[in-house]
């Protein structure tokens, strides 16, 4: 939900301040061959939702798997160069599942790695003397990366992100965009549950409720139950 100002009816044309939905749900690209991007999304197993050409121009629109917002690529969209679309963020729940997909895929995908301090070794521009090969320390969500490029240079970069920061997620709205990601969360609920059981030092005969308040409370970045 983003806070934006609205022009109210008021004769002196004072503004107010109000909460209107600004949903982000597409994000045009620059390419040089669209059949050769077209051949390189779809090979990710990103979803094809539009092919279509007017007015002397193409337009391709595409979806990574459970994504909200879409890309779009073509014929005179855009007037910046082909490569020039940099830092594109995929988060998923599984760094090492998405990486082992783009490689199955035949993407050349960089190695796992995380910042040995700060945030800029992750941009293309800051250079990579501050990667380190690896995980981030004690599985930090946020703190796991891949990069990628697709055939024109755009470069893509996977975070891995397992708990939200607060107030990121609606709790009422929780919900998980693929099987690996629900898989995840159940995993994870499972071993702190087993904590769970072991501190009150007997089976939890409720075990569904604690799992589901445990999933939604992580994703919504909440103070997780014990």
Known sequence: MCATQLRSSD??????????????????????????????????????DADVT????????VTPPGSGCSVQFGEHLTEVPPGSAQNL???????????????????????????????????????????????APDDTSYGSFVSFDDPDG??????EVTTRLAGRVNPELTSFSSASELAGALRRA???HGEHERRIGKADADWPGWYADYMVREQAGAELPT
């Open 89 to 135: 963020y995929l988060v998923v729940s599984d760094i090492e599942a998405a990486r082992d997909e783009l490689a199955r895929g035949g993407v050349a995908a960089s190695e796992v790695f995380h910042c040995a301090s700060g945030f800029r070794c992750r941009f293309r521009d800051a250079g990579t003397d501050d990667r380190v090969s690896g995980r």
């Open 154 to 159: 755009n470069g893509w970069l996977i975070q």
């Open 190 to 192: 499972a071993a702190a």
């Open 11 to 48: 004769p002196s044309g004072a503004l107010a301040v109000g909460n209107v939905a600004m949903n982000l749900e597409v994000v045009v690209i620059p390419v040089s061959d669209v059949g050769r991007a077209k051949t390189f999304y779809l090979g990710l197993g990103w979803r094809l």
């Open 54 to 61: 007017a007015e002397g121009s193409r337009l391709v629109q």
